[in-house]
């Protein structure tokens, strides 16, 4: 009979080694496939339009979860700053390892649209960070389609 | 037994099923969805609850798929759930929303199957060897098509079946599927015995083309209460009856030579039906075809043949869709003819004795006289069945 403090005892215990032998390749989707080239190629993040509630849609989808309709054909570029809705400061990493250091995390909003994007906050101090501040994102020189284009956010320059 | 509520199915619509969509899960679930509300004359208004079906999160490579998928399946603010027996998840997501119904707390269902299999690299193989025993199985690298070569050769040993037989089968689904808007392409077509028996071996006795194909694709049904079919224009399609049942996951420990768990599933839907001669009460029939034998196997745990009968049956073009004495078996064209997005393929079936109980399956429709069929789900670890018999 193990004792409870033995259970974790790898010379007591034989385990074998294993693993699910697949890893994964995900087509970005209707929207996904608009909304990375946008950001890509002209550095700008697009809504969708439902035709039915005329809410704008961020990130942008192929149809409205609520009026379930298919979403309207012209998407708009997203033009002000984005604002902060929430946010949290990071400590430690997927594997639950500290991080070199603290990583600002936000949850942003833009006035015009439902929904918003997750995405880091830097050039700021998380004492700094604020409900409400409006931010920018910072593109990256070398886009290729994906959230990566964009760097982070910041603090906008003009408020 | 009392049920509160009649169940009807009023709607069904599906994506085209492909070798690799770029639609995500969500996208090819919203496109089934609508069309399946489309099909009903109705909108997600009317809509109260939701049951969701996929066979796996792995292929899609999404954990907890069903509330990822939950907004693009019609489930947003809604009763939502999924329901979750591998292949047999399609045939089962409609026994979902029956009791959903039938229990009296919901006038309608929407009913949205789902798989995107494509994104599993380098084959969704990899996911399927993990349905094994860790110790026992996996240090062979065991794949799936074991325990249908295992499964497929005891059968052919029990009754003495050629080859040839389960070429036949896979050449009538291929022919049957060039009628299907939503076949994948390159699976259906007009096949030669000969091209059958020469394609390639996969685990012998099981051949290329008489396996089903990797697929992404969606299906979609409204299901609703009698009192509110009776409402809608066209005349409902009524579940008679519905059945499931499991048999041990462990392979050694199985029949392999014949389905008894189907059989099972089988009376107990028969007999919520009312049904006393499957073979005179059965007009149609969509047997769980992802393997050519498997058609044969699940005919005989469906009761329509005796045991080691159906090869003599479809000899005589019992099975075909032209027939005019037999029952037809999958006009839809089935997994092998149209493909096999697991849980979506389920809803492909019952969509198919859908349509063909209302005359609505254009170059598909059978030539008998049908007024009830039944479709059959069957896979989980190899080992669950699932039936439902619709009737008008």
């Known amino acids: 009979?193990?004792?409870?403090?033995?259970?974790?005892?790898?010379?007591?215990?034989?385990?074998?080694?294993?693993?699910?032998?697949?890893?994964?390749?995900?087509?970005?989707?209707?929207?996904?496939?608009?909304?990375?080239?946008?950001?890509?190629?002209?550095?700008?993040?697009?809504?969708?339009?439902?035709?039915?509630?005329?809410?704008?849609?961020?990130?942008?989808?192929?149809?409205?979860?609520?009026?379930?309709?298919?979403?309207?054909?012209?998407?708009?570029?997203?033009?002000?700053?984005?604002?902060?809705?929430?946010?949290?400061?990071?400590?430690?990493?997927?594997?639950?390892?500290?991080?070199?250091?603290?990583?600002?995390?936000?949850?942003i909003g833009w006035p015009e649209v439902r929904g918003g994007l997750v995405h880091r906050l830097q050039e700021v101090e998380p004492q700094q960070v604020a409900l409400g501040m409006a931010v920018e994102p910072v593109w990256a020189t070398q886009r290729t389609g994906c959230l990566a284009d964009i760097l982070h956010f910041r603090p906008a320059a003009n408020h | 037994?009392?049920?509160?509520?009649?169940?009807?199915?009023?709607?069904?619509?599906?994506?085209?099923?492909?070798?690799?969509?770029?639609?995500?899960?969500?996208?090819?679930?919203?496109?089934?969805?609508?069309?399946?509300?489309?099909?009903?004359?109705?909108?997600?208004?009317?809509?109260?609850?939701?049951?969701?079906?996929?066979?796996?999160?792995?292929?899609?490579?999404?954990?907890?798929?069903?509330?990822?998928?939950?907004?693009?399946?019609?489930?947003?603010?809604?009763?939502?759930?999924?329901?979750?027996?591998?292949?047999?998840?399609g045939v089962m997501s409609l026994i979902t929303a029956w009791y959903h119904v039938a229990s009296g707390r919901f006038d309608t269902c929407l009913v949205v199957a789902e798989e995107k299999m494509s994104p599993a690299m380098p084959h969704p193989q990899g996911a399927f060897n993990a349905i094994y025993d860790q110790f026992i199985e996996r240090p062979l690298g065991v794949n799936?098509?074991?325990?249908?070569?295992?499964?497929?050769?005891?059968?052919?040993?029990?009754?003495?079946?050629?080859?040839?037989?389960?070429?036949r089968v896979a050449q009538k689904n291929k022919r049957n599927g060039m009628d299907h808007p939503s076949a994948q392409a390159s699976i259906a077509g007009d096949f030669t015995l000969q091209q059958i028996l020469n394609s390639e071996v996969m685990a012998w006795p099981v051949l290329r083309l008489m396996v089903s194909p990797i697929s992404d694709g969606a299906g979609a049904l409204v299901v609703t209460s009698e009192s509110?079919?009776?409402?809608?224009?066209?005349?409902?399609?009524?579940?008679?009856?519905?059945?499931?049942?499991?048999?041990?996951?462990?392979?050694?420990?199985?029949?392999?030579?014949?389905?008894?768990?189907?059989?099972?599933?089988?009376?107990?839907?028969?007999?919520?039906?009312?049904?006393?001669?499957?073979?005179?009460?059965?007009h149609v029939a969509e047997p769980h075809d992802p393997f050519a034998y498997k058609e044969l196997h699940h005919l005989e745990g469906l009761l329509l043949a005796d045991r080691g009968q159906v090869p003599r049956l479809l000899e005589q073009g019992f099975?075909?869709?032209?027939?005019?004495?037999?029952?037809?078996?999958?006009?839809?064209?089935?997994?092998?003819?149209?493909?096999?997005?697991?849980?979506?393929?389920?809803?492909m079936k019952i969509a198919e004795i859908f349509w063909q109980l209302?005359?609505?399956?254009?170059?598909?429709?059978v030539r008998r006289e049908v007024r009830r069929g039944v479709a059959q789900g069957w896979g989980d670890l190899m080992q669950v069945a699932t039936v439902a018999v619709l009737g008008k």
């Open chain 2, 1 to 89: 037994m009392g049920y509160k509520n009649k169940v009807a199915v009023v709607g069904a619509g599906l994506t085209r099923f492909v070798r690799r969509a770029l639609e995500t899960p969500r996208e090819l679930a919203f496109a089934a969805a609508s069309a399946a509300l489309e099909d009903a004359g109705l909108t997600i208004d009317d809509i109260q609850c939701v049951v969701f079906a996929s066979a796996s999160d792995p292929f899609d490579g999404v954990h907890m798929k069903g509330e990822y998928v939950a907004d693009g399946a019609g489930g947003w603010g809604k009763p939502y759930m999924r329901t979750c027996l591998g292949g047999g998840s």
């Open chain 2, 144 to 167: 799936l098509l074991w325990i249908f070569s295992l499964e497929m050769n005891r059968y052919m040993q029990a009754h003495g079946i050629p080859m040839e037989t389960f070429a």
């Open chain 1, 1 to 107: 009979m193990l004792r409870p403090e033995q259970k974790q005892d790898l010379p007591v215990l034989r385990q074998v080694q294993g693993e699910i032998p697949i890893s994964h390749r995900y087509t970005l989707g209707v929207a996904g496939e608009r909304f990375f080239k946008a950001m890509r190629d002209q550095r700008q993040l697009l809504a969708s339009p439902c035709p039915k509630c005329r809410d704008l849609l961020l990130p942008p989808k192929a149809y409205c979860p609520r009026c379930f309709v298919a979403t309207a054909e012209a998407w708009s570029p997203l033009t002000g700053p984005g604002f902060v809705r929430g946010f949290t400061v990071v400590h430690r990493d997927l594997d639950e390892l500290p991080l070199a250091a603290p990583e600002i995390v936000a949850l």
């Open chain 2, 358 to 365: 209302q005359g609505r399956a254009g170059a598909r429709q």
């Open chain 2, 319 to 347: 099975w075909d869709r032209d027939t005019t004495t037999g029952i037809p078996s999958s006009p839809s064209g089935g997994l092998l003819g149209v493909g096999n997005p697991l849980a979506a393929s389920g809803v």
């Open chain 2, 228 to 282: 509110f079919a009776r409402r809608l224009s066209r005349p409902p399609v009524w579940v008679e009856g519905v059945g499931w049942n499991m048999d041990s996951s462990y392979w050694t420990n199985r029949d392999l030579a014949y389905p008894a768990y189907v059989e099972k599933a089988a009376r107990m839907a028969y007999e919520m039906a009312g049904l006393t001669d499957p073979r005179r009460d059965i």
